[in-house]
């Protein structure tokens, strides 16, 4: 049973950093896939950075130069370090691994950025 579990976020400052990290309990976890998403209250869930199974990384522009999204493939872990955080960085994010035609999602961590 593929499990995702997302840990990491809190209360930070304006202008402070976090990392989060993805803990990914599936086989092959080097295959998948990974992204991340946010949402924030009440706006839809958007995806923010991916890291392929070869290493290719993508970032939306509203974290790009911000947020560095990698991975452990040893240790089955993805990881978002987020610098600069913006009050408009609050959301829930989660963590996603795809391969084919599945999709898997954690259940989130909060994050909340505020003085």
């Known amino acids: 049973q593929v499990q995702l579990v997302e840990s990491g976020g809190g209360l930070v400052q304006p202008g402070g950093s976090l990392r989060l990290s993805c803990a990914a309990s599936i086989r092959q976890f080097s295959i998948y896939g990974m992204r991340w998403y946010r949402q924030a209250p009440g706006k839809q869930r958007e995806w923010i950075a991916g890291?392929?199974?070869?290493?290719?990384?993508t970032y939306a522009d509203s974290v790009k130069g911000r947020f560095t999204i990698s991975r452990d493939n040893a240790q089955n872990t993805m990881y978002l370090q987020m610098n600069s955080l913006k009050p408009d960085d609050t959301a829930v994010y989660y963590c996603?691994?795809?391969?084919?035609?599945?999709?898997?999602w954690g259940q989130g961590t909060q994050v909340t950025v505020s003085s």
């Open positions: 996603r691994a795809d391969r084919a035609n599945y999709a898997y």
């Open positions: 890291i392929s199974s070869g290493g290719t990384i």
